[in-house]
């Protein structure tokens, strides 16, 4: 009883916290300003967030609440700041086509994102954000677990895994390259997605930690499931894989001799890359 005492309370406090602000208030900025993919901006801190409001409305529940919340809050932060400075003034190519797309229909974008973008994000945040709330509002029962000290490693080798990839890409984006080149340097030559894999890692990682709790922790697996599916699934990097190896054949050959996710070896040896032409396609997220 004194979990859910704990427990309830801290979630309705980051469901109020979720549509007053991630849903109602950057909607209504989105209107003003054209620009509907600001969510993504904010996903990462706004998880973050859901976990500091929960701890403002249940404090007090130890050691693990605040190395989740320092956990967390780099994760969310960092994310927020890298998406920020790539897409802070210009509306997201893929929410751009949204756009055109419903607007050529005679019907209301702004209606339209609400439903399609924010309130769905809105609720996708509240189930992925539910390890972190977990964690640092259930009463501590003695020390952390080895599987908390587990998913803090794990935690930390996915952080350090995207913000890497995340770098590479970024360094690739702003230097020269030739139209149509395809990212196959650093850790993109032995992922094709080594930033969705450090993130699957940093979600389960938070999972684990909530899962040392007990029952109530591992309950919340359904977050880092349902973030794995928004990821793996089919509007996830199945469809951005589709996009791109339409428009540019360099890409199709990079899907057949690169890993999906894991970090692997490739199937064949290509030339080395000082006798090739640099072939990157940098992709929405990446």
């Known amino acids: 009883m004194s979990v859910w005492s704990h427990t309830l309370p801290a979630l309705l406090a980051s ?3 979720i549509m007053a602000f991630f849903v109602i ?33 249940v404090p007090g529940a130890g050691p693990r609440a605040t190395l989740m919340l320092v956990a967390a809050t780099l994760w969310g932060v960092r994310l927020g700041l890298y998406i920020g400075k790539r897409n802070w003034g210009a509306e997201d190519r893929r929410y751009a086509r949204l756009r055109k797309h419903i607007e050529e229909q005679g019907k209301s974008y702004a209606w339209h994102s609400l439903r399609a973008i924010f309130l769905f994000q809105g609720t996708a945040m509240f189930v992925c954000s539910l390890p972190i709330v977990i964690a640092v509002t259930t009463p501590e029962h003695g020390t952390l677990g080895a ?15 995207e913000s890497l990839a995340d770098a590479q890409m970024d360094q690739f984006r702003n230097g020269p390259r030739q139209p149509g080149a395809v990212m196959d340097r650093g850790l993109w030559r032995y992922s094709r997605h ?7 890692l940093v ?14 922790g591992l309950l919340t697996v359904i977050a880092p499931l349902l973030l794995s599916y ?35 070896p490739r199937k064949r040896s ?4 000082e006798c090739r032409p640099i072939v990157v396609t940098a992709n929405d997220r990446e």
């Open 15 to 17: 469901a109020g916290f």
């Open 25 to 57: 208030t950057l909607w209504l900025v989105s209107v003003a300003i054209k620009d509907s993919s600001i969510p993504d901006i904010f996903w990462g801190p706004g998880c973050a967030a859901c976990g500091w409001v929960a701890w403002l409305a």
């Open 147 to 161: 599987v908390a000290y587990l998913g803090f490693a794990l935690w930390l080798v996915g952080l350090v895994t």
């Open 194 to 200: 080594p930033n969705y894999f450090g993130e699957m």
């Open 203 to 216: 979600q389960w990682g938070l999972f684990l930690v909530a899962a040392d709790i007990g029952m109530i």
């Open 230 to 264: 928004m990821i793996i699934g089919p509007l996830g990097a199945n469809l951005l894989e589709r996009r791109l190896g339409k428009k540019n054949p360099d890409y199709a050959a990079y899907i057949a001799t690169t890993s999906r996710f894991i970090p692997w």
């Open 270 to 273: 290509l030339p080395p890359p």
